[in-house]
């Protein structure tokens, strides 16, 4: 079935063919129609569906009948600045035939840049939740039209804390209105969410409830802890891995195997919630040129991460949350290309793969654990050895001058504690969207 099918103008189905794309995925072939008839949506899809197309290219169509406004008429509401960025993206590549402005706002980037362009006037919004509330306080943003909102990664959304800031904004908006919601999972949360902002809608769910992508070919590795870095490296030389994928649990472990990857001659990148805006950006970029080999990354990072024919998915630590194993390993694997999700996984660990493959519903294969050479002592760098013979002769003086300088520490190590929480943001930065 071709686009046209489905009811989309030719500057839609022109923009499409340019990049490649004839026929619908499956929620698309869904959701479109719907949309193009003022309905309210909740579609289970999940990551690598095609989803992203399927809302923007109806609220193009529907947005293109009147003329520009000063106000947005559409508002999308994404949970990270990655994926607000790329919905942005997809929309201008989209409707590059149509008189049609879009607009991203999210935090970790300067606000006045995004006042001046909100005066200039705006027909299509992205926005992380936070960001817009920062404009909605200093009112430099006017929702009062807006006819379509969508939220977008709804299940995100609430794992990041985000249900009140997104009830905030709902009430920003004006009663009459289209609603679409996406939502990779259904769990009671998310049906309590559709029931307050939905009317009447029409479900689609594309795909099976935590059902892994079906071609990706998956496997995972038994193996120690401290040896899961040189493990990694050996697999991605003697592999000949161009591009890879891998998760770890925090930014400081993010960091860490990024730095020892780049010792094993591997270029490597790291994208988390430590990183600037502009950070994440470059080595994203670098990631899809093939400049950077191996990203690496914590969940919520990557969240939303489109980039097309990955090819291999890395679980260098198990996530806690086995639903969270399912949106991992969607990367790769996408419109009908084969790809490849390895998992590491260390003794302690193992509950959490019988987790993943309790909602999986189905077993894991372990691959046998290759011959490979043992981890490289990292090397101590001058300053340190030098604070190690401090530490020597503090050792060795009289034990009265060692109680003063021990609580200074302590206090330190308390003070170091009350910092981010996991993926290194504190519950407000997770809620604020930046």
């Given at each position: 079935?071709?686009?046209?099918?489905?009811?989309?103008?030719p500057?839609?189905?022109?923009?499409?063919?340019?990049?490649?794309?004839?026929?619908?995925?499956?929620?698309?072939?869904?959701?479109?129609?719907?949309?193009?008839?003022?309905?309210?949506?909740?579609?289970?899809?999940?990551?690598?569906?095609?989803?992203?197309?399927?809302?923007?290219?109806?609220?193009?169509?529907?947005?293109?009948?009147?003329?520009?406004?000063?106000?947005?008429?559409?508002?999308?509401?994404?949970?990270?600045?990655?994926?607000?960025?790329?919905v942005?993206?997809?929309?201008?590549?989209?409707?590059?035939?149509?008189?049609?402005?879009?607009?991203?706002?999210?935090?970790?980037?300067?606000?006045?840049?995004?006042i001046?362009?909100?005066?200039?006037?705006?027909?299509?919004?992205?926005?992380?939740?936070?960001?817009l509330?920062?404009?909605?306080?200093?009112?430099?943003?006017?929702?009062?039209?807006?006819?379509?909102?969508?939220?977008d990664?709804?299940?995100?959304?609430?794992?990041?804390?985000?249900?009140?800031?997104?009830?905030?904004?709902?009430?920003?908006?004006?009663?009459?209105?289209?609603?679409?919601?996406?939502?990779?999972?259904?769990?009671?949360?998310?049906?309590?969410?559709a029931?307050?902002?939905?009317?009447?809608?029409?479900?689609?769910?594309?795909?099976?409830?935590?059902?892994?992508?079906?071609?990706?070919?998956?496997?995972?590795?038994?193996?120690?802890?401290?040896?899961?870095?040189?493990?990694?490296?050996?697999?991605?030389?003697?592999?000949?891995?161009?591009?890879?994928l891998?998760?770890?649990?925090?930014?400081?472990?993010?960091?860490?195997?990024?730095?020892?990857l780049?010792?094993?001659?591997?270029?490597?990148?790291?994208?988390?919630?430590?990183?600037?805006?502009?950070?994440?950006?470059?080595?994203l970029?670098?990631?899809?040129?093939n400049?950077?080999?191996?990203?690496?990354?914590?969940?919520?990072?990557?969240?939303?991460?489109?980039?097309?024919?990955?090819p291999?998915?890395?679980?260098?630590?198990?996530?806690?949350?086995?639903e969270?194993?399912?949106?991992?390993?969607?990367?790769?694997?996408?419109?009908?290309?084969?790809?490849?999700?390895?998992?590491?996984v260390?003794?302690d660990?193992?509950?959490?793969?019988?987790?993943?493959?309790?909602?999986?519903?189905?077993?894991?294969?372990?691959?046998?654990?290759?011959?490979f050479?043992?981890?490289?002592?990292?090397?101590?760098?001058?300053?340190?050895?030098?604070?190690?013979?401090?530490?020597e002769?503090?050792?060795?003086?009289?034990?009265?001058?060692?109680?003063?300088?021990?609580?200074?520490?302590?206090?330190?190590?308390?003070?170091?504690?009350?910092?981010?929480?996991?993926?290194?943001?504190?519950?407000?930065?997770?809620?604020?969207?930046?």
């Amino acid at each position: 079935m071709p686009f046209a099918a489905l009811g989309l103008k030719p500057e839609l189905t022109r923009a499409l063919a340019d990049r490649g794309y004839t026929e619908p995925t499956p929620v698309q072939t869904r959701v479109i129609p719907e949309i193009l008839a003022g309905r309210d949506i909740l579609a289970g899809a999940q990551t690598g569906t095609g989803k992203t197309a399927g809302f923007t290219l109806p609220i193009l169509q529907q947005l293109n009948t009147a003329p520009p406004a000063r106000a947005p008429r559409a508002l999308i509401l994404a949970p990270t600045r990655e994926l607000a960025a790329q919905v942005a993206e997809s929309i201008k590549s989209y409707g590059k035939y149509l008189r049609l402005r879009t607009l991203v706002v999210f935090g970790g980037v300067g606000i006045h840049p995004q006042i001046e362009a909100l005066r200039r006037g705006v027909d299509i919004l992205v926005a992380t939740p936070g960001r817009l509330l920062d404009h909605a306080q200093q009112r430099t943003i006017d929702l009062s039209q807006v006819e379509i909102f969508v939220l977008d990664e709804a299940d995100r959304m609430l794992d990041m804390g985000f249900i009140a800031d997104i009830r905030r904004v709902i009430k920003l908006l004006p009663p009459r209105r289209q609603n679409l919601m996406f939502s990779a999972t259904y769990s009671d949360d998310i049906r309590r969410l559709a029931q307050s902002l939905l009317r009447q809608p029409v479900e689609v769910d594309v795909a099976r409830r935590n059902a892994a992508v079906e071609t990706v070919e998956q496997c995972y590795y038994a193996v120690a802890r401290d040896n899961k870095r040189a493990l990694l490296s050996h697999l991605i030389h003697e592999g000949d891995w161009s591009q890879v994928l891998i998760f770890t649990r925090t930014k400081h472990g993010a960091n860490r195997l990024t730095k020892q990857l780049t010792q094993d001659g591997i270029n490597a990148a790291a994208i988390h919630g430590n990183k600037s805006q502009s950070a994440r950006t470059q080595a994203l970029a670098d990631f899809k040129q093939n400049k950077v080999r191996a990203l690496v990354a914590t969940e919520i990072a990557a969240r939303g991460l489109d980039i097309k024919e990955l090819p291999h998915v890395v679980n260098f630590d198990l996530p806690n949350v086995p639903e969270d194993y399912v949106h991992r390993i969607g990367r790769t694997g996408r419109a009908g290309a084969t790809g490849s999700a390895v998992s590491l996984v260390a003794p302690d660990e193992a509950s959490l793969l019988k987790d993943i493959e309790r909602v999986l519903k189905a077993r894991i294969p372990q691959a046998p654990l290759p011959a490979f050479p043992p981890p490289r002592a990292e090397p101590v760098a001058p300053e340190r050895e030098g604070e190690h013979r401090r530490h020597e002769t503090k050792r060795n003086q009289p034990q009265h001058a060692q109680p003063q300088k021990r609580r200074h520490v302590h206090a330190q190590t308390r003070t170091h504690s009350r910092g981010a929480g996991e993926g290194g943001q504190t519950r407000r930065q997770r809620r604020r969207g930046r």
